[in-house]
Protein backbone atom coordinates (compact mmCIF):
# COMPACT_ATOMS: atom_id res chain seq x y z
CA UNK A 1 0.00 0.00 0.00
CA UNK A 2 1.27 3.47 -1.20
CA UNK A 3 2.36 5.55 1.73
CA UNK A 4 3.42 9.09 1.22
CA UNK A 5 4.91 11.51 3.81
CA UNK A 6 5.83 14.90 3.61
CA UNK A 7 8.81 16.15 6.10
CA UNK A 8 8.54 19.06 7.84
CA UNK A 9 5.19 19.04 9.26
CA UNK A 10 5.26 22.91 9.07
CA UNK A 11 8.24 25.37 8.93
CA UNK A 12 9.03 28.77 9.36
CA UNK A 13 11.18 30.90 7.64
CA UNK A 14 12.27 34.74 6.91
CA UNK A 15 11.32 36.29 3.88
CA UNK A 16 13.45 35.62 1.14
CA UNK A 17 15.25 32.55 2.21
CA UNK A 18 14.87 29.48 -0.43
CA UNK A 19 13.51 26.03 1.03
CA UNK A 20 12.68 23.04 0.10
CA UNK A 21 9.99 20.72 1.21
CA UNK A 22 10.06 17.03 0.83
CA UNK A 23 7.54 14.59 0.20
CA UNK A 24 8.51 10.82 0.61
CA UNK A 25 6.61 7.57 -1.15
CA UNK A 26 6.77 3.87 -0.40
CA UNK A 27 6.23 2.69 -3.73
CA UNK A 28 7.98 3.71 -6.81
CA UNK A 29 5.43 2.50 -9.18
CA UNK A 30 3.69 5.91 -9.59
CA UNK A 31 1.93 7.63 -12.24
CA UNK A 32 2.39 10.61 -11.81
CA UNK A 33 2.92 13.33 -8.67
CA UNK A 34 1.36 16.74 -8.35
CA UNK A 35 2.24 19.14 -5.88
CA UNK A 36 -0.85 21.46 -4.89
CA UNK A 37 -0.99 24.71 -2.42
CA UNK A 38 -3.87 25.30 -0.14
CA UNK A 39 -4.87 28.82 1.68
CA UNK A 40 -6.92 28.27 5.14
CA UNK A 41 -10.64 27.29 4.08
CA UNK A 42 -9.75 26.89 0.45
CA UNK A 43 -9.72 25.11 -2.37
CA UNK A 44 -6.49 23.64 -4.07
CA UNK A 45 -4.13 25.08 -6.81
CA UNK A 46 -2.30 22.81 -8.64
CA UNK A 47 1.68 24.03 -8.78
CA UNK A 48 3.42 21.80 -11.05
CA UNK A 49 2.54 18.11 -12.18
CA UNK A 50 5.85 15.76 -13.05
CA UNK A 51 5.10 12.41 -14.86
CA UNK A 52 6.92 9.47 -14.02
CA UNK A 53 9.30 9.27 -17.07
CA UNK A 54 9.95 12.76 -15.69
CA UNK A 55 12.67 14.26 -13.40
CA UNK A 56 11.80 18.32 -12.91
CA UNK A 57 9.55 20.77 -13.81
CA UNK A 58 10.06 24.53 -12.95
CA UNK A 59 7.60 27.28 -12.95
CA UNK A 60 8.53 30.59 -11.93
CA UNK A 61 10.22 30.46 -8.43
CA UNK A 62 9.12 26.73 -7.96
CA UNK A 63 10.88 23.70 -8.95
CA UNK A 64 9.85 20.14 -7.93
CA UNK A 65 12.15 17.23 -8.89
CA UNK A 66 10.97 13.72 -8.65
CA UNK A 67 13.33 10.71 -7.84
CA UNK A 68 11.48 7.45 -8.19
CA UNK A 69 14.26 5.75 -7.49
CA UNK A 70 14.59 6.76 -4.50
CA UNK A 71 10.87 7.23 -3.23
CA UNK A 72 11.44 11.24 -3.13
CA UNK A 73 10.66 14.41 -4.41
CA UNK A 74 11.21 17.94 -3.56
CA UNK A 75 9.34 21.51 -4.04
CA UNK A 76 11.97 24.12 -4.15
CA UNK A 77 10.93 27.80 -3.65
CA UNK A 78 13.43 30.45 -4.37
CA UNK A 79 13.28 33.76 -2.77
CA UNK A 80 10.09 33.32 -0.39
CA UNK A 81 7.61 35.92 0.21
CA UNK A 82 4.88 36.31 2.42
CA UNK A 83 2.49 35.24 -0.04
CA UNK A 84 3.57 32.05 -0.49
CA UNK A 85 2.44 31.16 2.99
CA UNK A 86 0.02 27.90 2.93
CA UNK A 87 -0.05 24.45 3.26
CA UNK A 88 1.50 22.35 0.52
CA UNK A 89 0.73 19.43 -0.31
CA UNK A 90 2.12 16.35 -2.07
CA UNK A 91 0.16 13.78 -4.27
CA UNK A 92 1.14 10.51 -5.75
CA UNK A 93 -1.33 9.32 -8.89
CA UNK A 94 -1.06 5.82 -8.48
CA UNK A 95 -1.91 3.23 -11.50
CA UNK A 96 -5.58 3.25 -10.16
CA UNK A 97 -5.91 6.91 -10.83
CA UNK A 98 -6.02 7.26 -7.36
CA UNK A 99 -4.13 10.24 -6.01
CA UNK A 100 -2.47 9.04 -2.23
CA UNK A 101 -2.20 12.45 -0.55
CA UNK A 102 0.17 13.83 2.33
CA UNK A 103 -0.43 15.38 5.33
CA UNK A 104 1.04 18.43 3.87
CA UNK A 105 3.70 20.91 5.14
CA UNK A 106 2.58 24.38 6.75
CA UNK A 107 4.60 27.17 5.46
CA UNK A 108 5.15 30.43 6.99
CA UNK A 109 6.85 32.88 5.51
CA UNK A 110 7.59 36.29 8.15
CA UNK A 111 7.97 39.62 6.62
CA UNK B 1 -10.54 28.86 -19.67
CA UNK B 2 -13.30 28.16 -16.48
CA UNK B 3 -11.65 26.44 -14.22
CA UNK B 4 -14.17 24.00 -11.87
CA UNK B 5 -16.51 25.05 -10.11
CA UNK B 6 -18.36 24.58 -7.52
CA UNK B 7 -21.89 25.14 -5.74
CA UNK B 8 -22.90 26.81 -3.29
CA UNK B 9 -20.16 28.00 -1.46
CA UNK B 10 -21.61 27.34 1.77
CA UNK B 11 -24.12 24.88 3.19
CA UNK B 12 -25.71 25.12 6.26
CA UNK B 13 -28.32 21.97 7.33
CA UNK B 14 -29.53 20.26 10.37
CA UNK B 15 -28.69 17.03 11.48
CA UNK B 16 -30.59 14.59 9.67
CA UNK B 17 -31.15 16.38 6.53
CA UNK B 18 -30.34 15.97 3.06
CA UNK B 19 -27.14 18.11 1.08
CA UNK B 20 -26.40 18.66 -2.32
CA UNK B 21 -23.10 19.98 -3.81
CA UNK B 22 -22.89 20.66 -7.45
CA UNK B 23 -19.89 20.40 -9.25
CA UNK B 24 -19.04 21.63 -13.25
CA UNK B 25 -15.78 20.35 -14.56
CA UNK B 26 -13.41 21.98 -16.98
CA UNK B 27 -14.52 22.15 -20.50
CA UNK B 28 -13.04 18.58 -22.27
CA UNK B 29 -12.44 16.71 -18.67
CA UNK B 30 -14.27 13.84 -18.32
CA UNK B 31 -13.55 12.49 -14.73
CA UNK B 32 -15.02 14.24 -11.61
CA UNK B 33 -13.50 13.43 -8.08
CA UNK B 34 -15.38 14.09 -4.55
CA UNK B 35 -13.09 14.80 -1.63
CA UNK B 36 -13.45 15.49 2.18
CA UNK B 37 -11.81 17.55 4.16
CA UNK B 38 -12.72 17.76 7.47
CA UNK B 39 -11.59 21.23 9.65
CA UNK B 40 -7.90 20.00 10.20
CA UNK B 41 -7.60 16.81 8.34
CA UNK B 42 -6.28 15.79 5.07
CA UNK B 43 -8.59 15.08 2.28
CA UNK B 44 -10.53 11.91 1.50
CA UNK B 45 -11.58 10.62 -1.57
CA UNK B 46 -14.98 9.86 -1.57
CA UNK B 47 -16.07 9.18 -5.41
CA UNK B 48 -14.86 9.22 -8.90
CA UNK B 49 -16.86 9.89 -11.65
CA UNK B 50 -16.10 9.14 -15.79
CA UNK B 51 -18.69 9.39 -18.47
CA UNK B 52 -21.24 9.09 -16.36
CA UNK B 53 -20.20 6.03 -14.34
CA UNK B 54 -19.71 5.47 -10.96
CA UNK B 55 -15.34 4.31 -11.28
CA UNK B 56 -14.35 3.94 -7.23
CA UNK B 57 -15.49 4.55 -3.96
CA UNK B 58 -13.65 5.24 -0.70
CA UNK B 59 -14.45 4.54 2.56
CA UNK B 60 -17.37 6.20 3.10
CA UNK B 61 -21.38 4.82 4.18
CA UNK B 62 -24.01 5.12 1.03
CA UNK B 63 -25.64 7.54 2.50
CA UNK B 64 -22.69 9.28 0.48
CA UNK B 65 -24.11 9.34 -3.19
CA UNK B 66 -24.07 11.16 -6.46
CA UNK B 67 -24.10 11.31 -9.81
CA UNK B 68 -22.40 12.48 -13.57
CA UNK B 69 -24.62 14.46 -15.60
CA UNK B 70 -24.22 13.79 -19.78
CA UNK B 71 -22.49 17.08 -19.61
CA UNK B 72 -19.66 15.83 -17.00
CA UNK B 73 -21.12 18.13 -14.14
CA UNK B 74 -21.78 15.99 -11.03
CA UNK B 75 -23.39 16.64 -7.86
CA UNK B 76 -22.71 15.16 -4.55
CA UNK B 77 -25.85 14.10 -2.17
CA UNK B 78 -25.34 13.40 1.36
CA UNK B 79 -28.58 11.63 3.36
CA UNK B 80 -29.10 11.60 6.70
CA UNK B 81 -26.68 14.58 7.78
CA UNK B 82 -24.71 14.06 11.07
CA UNK B 83 -22.50 16.54 12.92
CA UNK B 84 -19.44 15.07 11.50
CA UNK B 85 -19.97 14.93 7.99
CA UNK B 86 -19.52 19.55 8.71
CA UNK B 87 -16.24 19.80 6.33
CA UNK B 88 -14.92 21.40 3.33
CA UNK B 89 -16.24 18.84 0.03
CA UNK B 90 -13.90 19.70 -2.51
CA UNK B 91 -14.40 18.74 -6.25
CA UNK B 92 -11.57 17.95 -8.73
CA UNK B 93 -11.72 16.95 -12.60
CA UNK B 94 -9.25 15.65 -15.31
CA UNK B 95 -9.42 14.43 -18.57
CA UNK B 96 -10.01 10.58 -17.95
CA UNK B 97 -6.84 9.04 -15.37
CA UNK B 98 -4.71 11.54 -14.04
CA UNK B 99 -2.39 11.81 -16.87
CA UNK B 100 -2.86 15.47 -16.82
CA UNK B 101 -3.27 16.13 -13.23
CA UNK B 102 -6.16 17.11 -11.34
CA UNK B 103 -8.12 20.43 -10.96
CA UNK B 104 -9.66 21.58 -7.61
CA UNK B 105 -12.57 24.03 -7.16
CA UNK B 106 -12.85 26.28 -4.41
CA UNK B 107 -15.04 24.10 -2.81
CA UNK B 108 -18.35 23.95 -0.70
CA UNK B 109 -18.07 24.36 3.00
CA UNK B 110 -20.81 22.47 4.83
CA UNK B 111 -21.70 23.11 8.49
CA UNK B 112 -24.36 20.57 10.02
CA UNK B 113 -26.17 21.84 13.29
Known amino acids: KQEVTQIPAALSVPEGENLVLNCSFT??????LQWFRQDPGKGLTSLLL???SQREQTSGRLNASLDKSSGRSTLYIAASQPGDSATYLC??????????WGAGTKLIIKP | EAGVTQSPTHLIKTRGQQATLRCSPI?????VYWYQQALGLGLQFLLW???????NRGNFPPRFSGRQFPNYSSELNVNALELEDSALYLC????????????FGSGTRLTVV
Open chain 2, 92 to 103: ASNYRGGAYGYT
Open chain 1, 91 to 100: AVGDSNYQLI
Open chain 2, 49 to 55: YDEGEER
Open chain 2, 27 to 31: SGHTS
Open chain 1, 27 to 32: DSAIYN
Open chain 1, 50 to 52: IQS
